[in-house]
């Protein structure tokens, strides 16, 4: 993890300001923050000391389960805040965050903010859309497994986990969070390889047609 500068901090928070989403002066406190493609931000168990907002990349979260197993749950993409569960509720059991690739957050720190936070209507309203909004999209995921085909959830995964243009995803975990057989799962990859949208590179796949990809996943974001 690296911590910027002032001046490479100005920079994003000139490229990406937030200070509309408070009523009190943020800026001086705001870490900005890269992660690596494969860091933890937050790793299950430990609670976070800030709130992040990412600005660019993207993570996935993680939870481990009474008998060991590991499963994903959802993702995280630019715009969304990590470590919101945190802030609200003083005893809270957190979840692995890890980043898919280049990740970029602004980071409050709950020790100085916390308060003026939980105490802030224009914050706390933005909040609340942002929670609102991620409840509709965890709802609409459960019911997805039942209204669309492999094809058009696997290319959503692929687009969102991807690492720029290479898909580097273990096909248990895929099978895991899609509710699919390890059977079914290769043969829609072989499918999108044979159509010419993925491309075997080694053990991972690339992703040579994106839009065709797009136009399969899309049919889930309508």
């Avoid at 590991?70 to 569960?85: A, C, P, Q, R, T």
């Avoid at 939980?118 to 965890?138: C, G, I, P, V």
């Avoid at 079914?184 to 690339?206: A, I, M, P, T």
């Amino acid at each position: 993890m690296k911590i910027y500068n002032k001046e490479e901090k100005q920079h994003y928070l000139d490229t990406y300001p937030i200070t509309h989403l408070f009523s009190f002066p943020i800026e001086e406190f705001i870490e900005v923050r890269e992660y690596k493609r494969g860091e933890w931000i937050i790793r299950e168990g430990s609670r976070p000391d800030f709130l992040f907002y990412v600005i660019e990349g993207k993570a996935k979260i993680y939870v481990t389960h009474q008998n060991g197993k590991v499963s994903l749950l959802n993702f995280i993409h630019e715009n969304d805040y990590i470590g919101e569960m945190e802030l609200l509720h003083e005893v809270y059991y957190t979840k692995g965050i890890q980043t898919s690739s280049k990740t970029i957050c602004f980071a409050i720190p709950f020790q100085h903010c916390r308060s003026q936070m939980m105490e802030d209507a224009t914050f706390l309203r933005e909040l609340s859309k942002f929670l609102s909004s991620k409840a509709t999209k965890m709802a609409a995921k459960s019911s997805q497994s039942f209204a669309f085909p492999l094809e058009n959830r696997l290319a959503d995964f692929i687009l969102q986990t991807a690492d720029e243009e290479l898909y580097k995803e273990k096909h248990v975990t895929v099978c895991d969070f899609l509710g699919v057989s390890y059977r079914h799962l290769l043969h829609v990859l072989s499918q999108f390889c044979e159509k010419g949208y993925l491309q075997k590179d080694g053990r991972h796949y690339r992703i040579v047609q994106p839009n065709q990809l797009e136009e399969l996943a899309e049919k889930l974001r309508n």
